[in-house]
């Protein structure tokens, strides 16, 4: 795969991503974007987590935002501690990069914040403030918001996308603390079903996080709910 040029509009800021592991993301989300509708997962995401040792020779150069394992969670709880140091050991050797860590576990990411370089923005995904169990095996959000909290040393951001029924002061409570530098919002692009808010709730939501000037990045598909 070596480095990629960013593609999509899932983070227009970043511009490359790399991926070293290979093997299905152990959250496996009802609504993961890897698992295509037309052509299915790609061979590389299948069976057991594995380190691909050809991307460890990869060049990142410099002046690039690069967004590690974005197919995967690099610290999902299933993946060897090794395998994480290896990964961010490539990444300190490109010092002058800005890298992008996110993860559903950053509980497990702060177990490795002395090694993730200094020029890092770290993030995790929180789809709702309610429980996500019927839609995949990640830890429950607010075990993803005390952990971000822990990680403050860090530009940091939060993913509300897809965007899930959810509780608005409880939500808006955990963005505040988190203090993210901004926050994108996004609805399901791939119909799965999901339980929605309708577009009033989720513009109360972008009007209360607003009030606390933190920046809000809407994705595009949040059209499909102002829509109707």
Request: some cysteine; charged content about 30%.
């Amino acid at each position: 795969m070596s480095l990629k040029k960013s593609e999509g509009n899932m983070y227009p800021w970043v511009t490359h991503t790399h991926a070293h592991l290979g093997g299905e993301c152990p959250h496996k989300c009802k609504y993961c974007y890897v698992d295509n509708p037309r052509w299915g997962r790609p061979e590389k995401y299948k069976g057991e987590l594995r380190l691909i040792e050809k991307e460890f020779g990869t060049k990142y150069g410099e002046g690039k935002t690069i967004f590690m394992e974005n197919c995967n969670d690099l610290f999902a709880a299933e993946v060897p501690a090794d395998f994480i140091r290896r990964i961010i050991a490539h990444s300190q050797a490109w010092p002058n990069n800005a890298y992008v860590f996110q993860s559903k576990r950053p509980a497990r990411m702060v177990d490795f914040a002395a090694l993730i370089p200094e020029n890092s923005m770290i993030g995790t995904t929180i789809e709702t403030n309610r429980d996500t169990a019927q839609i995949g095996q990640a830890p429950h959000p607010k075990d993803r918001y005390r952990a971000m909290l822990a990680l403050r040393q860090f530009r940091s951001f939060v993913t509300i996308e897809p965007i899930i029924k959810f509780d608005l002061d409880e939500l808006a409570g955990w963005i505040s603390e988190i203090q993210p530098e901004f926050v994108n919002i996004g609805a399901d692009s791939k119909n799965h079903g999901l339980p929605e808010p309708t577009i009033e709730e989720v513009d109360r939501l972008i009007s209360k996080l607003k009030g606390w000037d933190i920046e809000i990045r809407e994705k595009h598909n949040l059209g499909r709910l102002r829509n109707g």
